[in-house]
Structure formats: C-alpha cells, structure tokens
C-alpha cells in the first residue's frame, strides 16, 4: 500500500518568513495530492491540492511542487502570518481508485508574531 | 454553511457505557468516512461507506460499530468505551468520483 512521509514535525518561523513542508509518497500510482490544514478543535481543511500532471500550483501566499520522478511534494507558504499557526497534513491517493487517501503524520507549524 | 455537521461537539462518557456519534451531510456525495484522530497524530481510518457498501479497516477494534441508514446520515457507535478510545472522531465525505475529503468540526470523546 501507500506510505506517506512527512518532514518536519514541527516547524517554527517567524511572521512574515517563508515555511516549507515536504512529504515523500511510495506508490507511482498515486496521482492526487491534498494539502489540509487543522487549526485546533477543529476538523481538517483542504488548502490546496495539486494532480500529477501539474508540477506547480499557486494560490496566493501557499503553492504546491510536485515531483513525479522523485516521488515527493512540498507545500510553500509565504509571507507567514500568525493566523498560519495550525497542523498541516499532506496526503496521496489515486484519482478515480479507492479514494482512501492516505496521510502524513502532520507538520505542527507556529508562527511567531 | 456547514456541509458536514457533527454532534455533539463534545462528548463525555463513562467507561464502558455506548456511546454514539452522529454526523450528518448536505452535500449529497456518495462516501462517508469516520476517522479517530488521537493528540498530535494523523486522522486513523476506522471504516467509510460507498453508499451503502460498509468497509471495514482490518484494524479497526470490534468494539465499534457504524451505521448509514441514508446519504445524509452516518453514526458511529462505540459498544464499550475504554480509556483508549478518548479521541477526537472525525466524519468526513466526498463525491468518490472527486478525491478532496470535507471534514466536520469532530467530536471530542472523553471517556471517564
């Protein structure tokens, strides 16, 4: 099956810097990729997804890169600001397949004021 | 607004005693899914519908139970409660033709 790796855990910035969130994926056939955000107590968000016959996808201040060959994905986000602070999970699944995603252990990003 | 809604928000049960979770959709699709998500972890898939086609994780413990009586409604029942299964439940759906998953707000269980 499909395994998702997440890097880092926990990131802290400062507002206004950039953050970066990488995941790896092992199944070729996954061509799906889902960034959600869960600000706490609350249920996760899609922010921004991205298929696997794009390799970039922006939506103003977070965009998604996508390398098919190297199996992994990032998320940007620029501009950092403290409303960003939240767990952000990315997940891969197979367009049209099972529709089980399967997700990564979550990066806990704090931006700091 | 809310497309997927769950109740209640915040649950509080004895050891041992049912308990059950409810959420509902306005957003007609096809597949509903119920998630355990512990503190700091990844949202744990527990079993989802296509329908009315029930599938079970091979992991997830006898000891819950689901029901999908419509595609608006699906309820998540735990027979007897231990300490463990204090968690936050998740439901969540989509189209099952388009991938992105619309989560509830979830209901936090605590079991006493």
């Known amino acids: 099956g499909e395994n998702v790796e997440q890097h880092p855990s926990t990131l802290s910035v400062q507002e206004g810097d950039s953050a970066v969130i990488k995941c790896t994926y092992s199944?070729?056939?996954?061509?799906?990729f889902p960034w959600y955000k869960q600000e706490l107590g609350k249920g996760p968000q899609l922010i921004i997804d991205?298929?696997?016959?794009?390799g970039e996808k922006k939506d103003q201040r977070i965009a998604v890169t996508l390398n098919k060959t190297a199996k992994h994905f990032s998320l940007h986000i620029t501009e950092t600001q403290p409303e960003d602070s939240a767990v952000y999970f990315c997940a891969a699944s197979v367009a049209g397949g099972s529709y089980i995603p399967t997700f990564g252990r979550g990066t806990s990003l704090i931006v700091h004021p | 607004d809310a497309m997927v809604i769950q109740n209640p928000r915040y649950q509080v049960t004895q050891f041992g005693k049912p308990v059950t979770l409810s959420c509902s959709q306005t957003l007609n699709h096809n597949v509903m899914y119920w998630y355990q998500q512990k503190s700091s972890q990844a949202p744990k898939l527990l079993f989802h519908y296509y329908d009315k086609d029930f599938n079970n994780e091979a992991d997830t413990p006898d000891n819950f139970q689901s029901r999908r009586p419509n595609t608006s409604f699906c309820f998540l029942d735990i027979r007897s409660p231990g300490l463990g299964d204090a968690a936050m439940y998740l439901c969540?759906?989509?189209?099952?033709?388009?991938?992105?998953?619309?989560f509830g707000s979830g209901t936090q269980l605590s079991v006493l």
């Open positions: 991205i298929r696997s016959n794009v």
């Open positions: 199944d070729s056939a996954s061509n799906y």
């Open positions: 969540a759906t989509s189209s099952g033709t388009a991938e992105k998953l619309f």
